[in-house]
């Protein structure tokens, strides 16, 4: 399904304004906001991610809502004025990238996107609005339309709705009647909040129903309020209504969002604003582009050489020595390196050529292949040259656990390099490919048939695809080696090969080492979870006054929204939705409900974490399980894992501390914990010379009490630690003072 993608382009501006720092060129002309939009643009063009493409506009003057209500958003303050002088420029700049942008006199830019949503889905496309205005919940439609929050990078679903406001989009227009909007002068209902008007509206949906039964319309009081703003709550509910039909009809093919760089055409702009990283994002994939576009077939773009015997090996390798740049890849039978096998290996050395060794290829006919021996012993000259490859722990942790060569240091890992250039990016060889080189890789589904490994394919086959992944990361190196230093962050390419190349042995050691379980205790957890859940049943079971299978949504569902006859259920394609919030919006509904919650807790616990971890660590004669880190999980820095994933290993509840207690040091070790304190205030301190956070640190005080005093005063300051705590790390990580 292919994606309209729709920018509510002043909210758009106005968030990315206050998001980001005041930036500002040696002219003194502000420049955030535009950084925030290049952002935008990049990221849309990075990541694929759209088809579509357009902007829409407020109109100047009054609109029809200031029609039915004069003092419509009659109350809001004058923009920033450095904000001010940055919109006719971006505005421009919708024009010159060649946008589509849409405004009407009368109209607002929302109910421009109301019309665009809905041609989107007559369309049949998938429709994503990039906004952060809650006025455009109501628009929301799983499978058929999104939210987008460009600065959270976060997609906004009918789920996340009800989570935030105890609605469903479909109830949003009537939520808002009674609530109001403060920031667009629209009244409501006077003296009903959030919670009042979720639960009128998940009972009534809407205000004909509640005006019709307003006798048992909540309390005496809640009836009183409603009946005193009952013209404001109807008015309210037309001011907050989108118009869906501001135009007729569209010209889709305008919308087009091309595969390229469209920040490229403001170069000029972006150097008389100095805006140096948009200078470096608007060159980015100049020159990099060495494939030829109209070459028909990709195996023409370089030769993949089979060498099958030792002589072939050997008359190769020779010329590789401790200077030589050599692209390195391993075929296994899978993807475990303590248990897998290597089936082949390639390798490249420029952008010509790359060779594939075939070891232990399994199949009738085969025909002649290398011995293990005589590969071990290429692979040995290989790794003691400048070699280089794409997430070279996995085949290095294969070298290490199966044929003992250990500590080979990188000359260079494209996926950590790549990561570096953009941490929030994929940093897969395919989309690495696609990203510079417009070039589609061999995808290895269909490769191998259903119940086969690699060691199936034919050679011929396995060499063309080998050799590739040590073609394109060869020369995908170059690329990504000039990306940085256009970027300018040339600088941590040292320190990949000060810390990030050279820690690769240590995680592949760590992974080798694993942790122990001790599985007694997770064999008591086990048996007390199960024990729990059977008594949770029952109890279940006999509030509900039916049986049936409580992991079940749709039974679930059914029993609770049909059999039981409790309000706010909302029916989705495979039956009512139960998903966490909506249980505990119904809390206090029925007393079953705590139980269904409890129960769904010790379920998780139990096939999350209890039985998966106890299984594994009996797998293992030491009880130890198995994990393996990943450098470019995320884009913080931090290491993250998977099969098993362990940082993710409970700690808040107290179920989830047992899980923990589980995990132990073998007999005569510890465990220890390491951990900075508030590091990053400290540096802060260290670079700002601030008296108070000098102060507060060379005299052992708590720094986030110590705010907290500051800002709230002795009597408050210990219950509203967690708020100095936001402000304190907020601050330093670039919360505006509209956040604040």
Known sequence: MKTLTIIDTFGFFFRSYFALPPLKNSDGFPTGLLTGFTNLIDSLH?????????????????????????DYKANRDAPPEDLVKQLPVAIDWISEMGFANLAKEGYEADDIIATLAKYGKEQGLKVRIVSHDKDLYQMIENGHVSMYDSVKRKEITEEECFEKFGVYPKDFINFQAILGDSSDNVPGVKGIGKVGASKLINKYHTLENIYADIENAGTANIQKKLLESKENAFMSRDLVTMDQNVFKDFDLESFVFEDKNYLSCLLDDFERYEMRRAIEKAKV??????????????????????LDTKEKLFNVVSKIDENTLVAFDTET???DTKKDKMVGFSFAM???????????????GMSEQVSIEDAIDAIKVIVNAKVIGQN?????????????????????DTMLMAWLLNPGSKVGLDALAKKFFKYEMKPFKGLVKKGETFANVDIETATFYAAEDAWMTFILYEALDKA??????????DEAQNVEYPFINTLIAMEKRGIKLDIEKLEVLKASLTETLAT????????????????????????????????GGKKTKTGYSTNEAVLHSLQDEHEVIPKILEYRTAQKILSTYADPLLKLAKLDETNRVYTSFLQTGTATGRLSSKDPNLQNIPVRSPLGRLVRDAFVAKEGYKLLSIDYSQIELRLLAHFSKDTAL??????????????????????????????AKSVNFGILYGMGQKKL
């Open 46 to 70: 990075r990541e694929h991610s759209t088809d579509y493409i357009v902007f829409a506009l407020d109109s100047k003057g009054p609109t029809f809502r200031n029609e039915i209500y004069a």
């Open 285 to 306: 994939g100049v020159g990099f582009c060495d494939i030829d576009e109209d070459d028909e077939e990709d195996e023409d773009a370089f030769e993949a050489i089979c």
């Open 333 to 335: 039978t899978g993807l």
């Open 350 to 364: 420029n952008e010509d050529e790359a060779y594939y060794v075939p070891i232990a290829h399994s199949y009738l």
């Open 392 to 412: 070279l722990k996995f085949d290095f942790s294969l070298l290490y656990n199966q044929y003992g060569i250990e500590e080979v240091l990188p000359f260079a």
């Open 484 to 493: 940085m230093d256009l970027a300018s962050i040339g600088h941590l390419k």
């Open 536 to 567: 949770l049943t029952k109890e279940i079971y006999e509030l509900c006054g039916t049986e049936f299978n409580i992991k079940s949504t749709q039974q679930l569902g059914n029993v609770l929204f049909q059999h039981l006859g409790l309000q």
């Open 694 to 723: 000098l102060e507060a640190f060379n005299n052992g005080l708590d720094i986030h009490m110590a705010t907290a005093i500051k800002l709230f005063g002795e009597e408050e300051a210990a219950a509203k630690r967690s708020y």
